[in-house]
Structure formats: structure tokens, C-alpha cells
């Protein structure tokens, strides 16, 4: 099986699995209880929030553990809108391609009475500075931008947008989910006041994650209870998680460099690779895209019959149309950067892992190269587009 399906999860890594296994069976204790037992588990939460925090240049107390990326944006984004109320400033600003967990708490917030603005994202799948700045008002009360798409791959300029907000004097949050352990990051260089992540994104386990708030940011919470996490997250802490997720990113990200210069070349063969195919077209920029991002829309052909012919071929991958979440819309992010809904329905992410050989690459694209043709061989678009009735788009 060759899977490369990373953007959707990750496989946990060795020294994850380690981690997390001795622990549950050595570290169960309650980390609020004050018995040995107890603190010897406070001592592995305290080290891992210390682990997380130096990977993105944070401080410690900075950083507080949640069950995963989507509530960590729902309480960046919650913070924001309650810091806002109180001020009397009911404007945000994001843009048309973030993950639902960002666009439906938006939803939600404009429901009560907030005013949403989203940003264009270009066709290459990039929202630029000038952008967020004119966007700006003076009741704006937050600006949030993903460090980097889920679906297209595309890095936003964010030290650009977070240099903005400062000025202006708006909290910026990123969505870094897809970002954080596999491009460089530092939240006081790159202007960030809120930040999240999640573990299964990077080679830790699902279920954990967390949300980086800069000194002076006072976080709401979406869980109310106990005092865990300094009273802004209640609920006993997962401790075996939480230190597994913190062995992932520390060694994803001691191996960034080389994993880049790898990816970056598998990428790159990939696409070249793919482009061969006539009528087919990369989505969003070609470089200023994660090092394992491959997403490509292919005329004439249904994105969920290629997954299932590749699945077929023993390759685990994904489409942007969401037929598999029962819903009949193309992705909103393929929309979002200017996609026709029925190329939106063609289209395949492959997001690779850093251990993907050049073997591999080349099986994807001999095979993506005959499904394509396979399934355009019956496709009545197809036909159409062959005898002139329809008018090629890619
Ligand atoms: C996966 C993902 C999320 C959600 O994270 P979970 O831990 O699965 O809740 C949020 N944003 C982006 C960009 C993602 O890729």
C-alpha cells in the first residue's frame, strides 16, 4: 500500500507510539492529584508542554493541550469574538478556503450578530497582506488566515499578515494544523497571537492537540470544569497523548531540513509527472506549497471513481469533491480558487510522508496516468468535450 493521504492523518511514529504505550502503562496517575503518582504524571505534562512550546519558539504557559486542531480553533476564534464583544468590535476577518473548523464557528459567530468578511484567495490559492490591510476596520477584533491549506497545500504569507495585524492592533490567529512540524515557525517572528495544532497531522496520535495564546491573551473556554490547564481547558488531561504528540513534533521537526529537501524533489517529480497528463492542471502555486502537497484537477472524470480505482492499485489518496461526506458540493476550496464546479468534481490530493521513495512517485503516476485514461474512456463529459459540444477548461 502506498499512502498518501498525510493531509487527512498520519501514522503515529515509533518513538510516538513508544512514548504513549509506556506511559499508559506507567504514568496513569491523575496529573492534579498530589501523591507521587499523580506528579510524576504532572512532570511529563509540564516537559511535553516545554517540548511543544520550543518547537514554535514559544513559552511554556503559553500553550494549552486540547483534544485536536478543530477545538483549538474554536476557542482561538471564541477568544477573539469575546475579547470583541466586550469592546464593542463585531468584525472578522478570514478568508473563502479555511478548514470548516474555522468557517463554521465564523458561521456560527455571525448567527450572533458578528460580521464576517472573507478574503479572496487568488488562483493560485494566496491571500495577500494588502488584502487583510484593507480589509481592516475599526471595529475589526480579529484576523484569522491558515498558516497553510489542507486541501491545495498553498502557504500563506503570514509573518506579512501577522506584521499587519500588529500594526493595526488586531489579534491575528492562524490555523497551522497542516503547517507545524513540517515548515519552520515561530510565533514571535512571524507576529502570531494565537495558533493551532494538531498531533495527528505530524506522526502523533488523534485526539490531541493544541492552542498556542501569547502572554496576555486571555483564552474562553469552551469547556467549563475543573482547573486543568490553567482554567482555560477543563477535562483531566491525556497525558500518554499529549507527551506522545510532543515526541512526534520534536522529532519531525529536528528532521525538517532533510525531510524538506526530500519532499520537495518527490513533489516536484510528482507534478511533472502528472502535467503530462493532457487536460489535467496543479491546483494552487506550484512552490509556495507544502514540501508534500500534490493537488491536481483532471477534466472530464469524477474524483471518487479515481480514489476507488486507485485504492484498486493499492494507493490510499483523496479528492476535493465531497461526495464522501454526502454532501453533492465540490470543495469549497476549489471554488474558492475559481475551479468550475464540474473540474472541481475531478480532482485528486496526493499528499505524501516523508519516508516516499522515487519508486513510489513513479507507480502513482502510471497509475493516476491509466485511471485517468481508463475513466475518461466511458465518461460522457468526455465524449462531449472529444466531439466539440463542450469546450475544454483545462
Ligand atoms: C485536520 C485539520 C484540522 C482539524 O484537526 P483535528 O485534530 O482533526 O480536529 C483543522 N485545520 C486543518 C487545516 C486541518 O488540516
Known amino acids: 500500500m ?23 502503562r506507567e504514568a496513569w ?42 477545538e483549538a480553533d474554536n476557542q482561538a476564534i471564541r477568544t477573539a469574538a469575546a475579547l470583541g464583544r466586550k469592546q464593542g468590535k463585531f468584525h472578522i476577518i478570514s478568508t473563502a478556503f479555511e478548514h470548516h473548523a474555522v468557517l463554521h464557528t465564523l458561521e456560527a459567530l455571525k448567527k450572533e450578530g458578528f460580521d464576517i468578511t472573507l478574503l479572496d484567495v487568488h488562483e493560485n490559492g494566496i491571500v495577500l497582506p494588502e488584502q487583510v490591510e484593507e480589509a481592516i476596520r475599526d471595529d475589526t477584533c480579529l484576523v484569522t488566515v491558515m498558516t ?20 493595526r492592533g488586531v489579534l491575528f490567529h492562524t490555523d497551522a494544523v497542516q503547517a507545524v512540524g513540517h515548515i519552520p515557525l ?3 517572528a512571524d507576529n502570531i497571537d494565537m495558533l493551532s495544532a494538531s498531533a495527528h497531522k505530524f506522526h502523533g496520535p488523534k485526539g490531541v492537540g493544541f492552542l498556542y495564546a501569547k502572554k496576555g491573551v486571555r483564552l474562553a473556554n469552551l469547556i467549563e470544569g475543573g482547573a486543568q490547564e490553567r482554567g482555560k481547558r477543563a477535562g483531566t488531561e491525556n497525558v500518554p497523548g499529549i507527551a506522545a504528540m510532543a515526541a512526534a513534533l520534536t522529532e519531525i521537526h529536528g528532521k525538517m531540513e532533510a525531510n524538506t529537501a526530500h519532499l520537495t524533489a518527490m513533489r516536484d517529480r510528482l507534478i511533472d509527472g502528472l502535467s503530462q497528463i493532457p487536460h489535467a492542471a496543479l491546483n494552487g502555486d506550484a512552490k509556495k506549497r507544502l514540501p508534500g502537497n500534490v493537488n491536481f484537477c483532471f477534466e472530464g472524470i469524477e474524483g471518487e471513481s479515481l480514489l476507488l480505482l486507485l485504492d484498486d ?39 505524501i510522508a516523508e519516508d516516499v521513495t522515487e519508486e513510489e512517485i513513479d507507480y502513482i503516476v502510471t497509475s493516476v496516468r491509466e485511471v485517468v485514461e481508463y475513466l475518461r474512456g466511458f465518461s460522457p463529459i468526455w465524449r462531449d468535450l472529444m466531439a466539440g459540444k463542450k469546450e475544454f477548461i483545462l
Do not use: W
Not at 501523591?35 to 520550543?54: F, M, N, P, S
Not at 498553498?154 to 506584521?163: D, F, M, N, V
Not at 461526506?325 to 472541481?344: E, F, K, N, T
Open 148 to 167: 497553510a491549506n489542507n486541501e491545495i497545500g498553498t502557504i500563506q504569507p503570514i509573518r506579512e499578515i501577522g506584521a499587519v495585524c500588529r500594526r
Open 313 to 351: 492499485k493499492g494507493i490510499c489518496a483523496s479528492s476535493g469533491s465531497a461526495c464522501t461526506s454526502g454532501s453533492l458540493d465540490p470543495s469549497h476550496v476549489l471554488l474558492a480558487i475559481g475551479r468550475v464546479h464540474d473540474v472541481a468534481h475531478g480532482s485528486l490530493r496526493l499528499s
Open 2 to 24: 502506498i499512502y498518501a493521504d498525510n493531509a487527512a492523518t498520519t501514522n503515529m511514529s515509533e518513538a510516538a507510539i513508544q512514548t504513549m504505550t509506556t506511559l499508559l
Open 29 to 70: 496517575g491523575n496529573p492534579s492529584s498530589l501523591y507521587e503518582h499523580g506528579q510524576r504524571a504532572k512532570e511529563i505534562l509540564e516537559k511535553a508542554r516545554e517540548d511543544v512550546a520550543a518547537v514554535i519558539g514559544a513559552d511554556p504557559a503559553e500553550i494549552t493541550f486540547t483534544s485536536g486542531g478543530s
Open 186 to 188: 515561530d510565533v514571535n
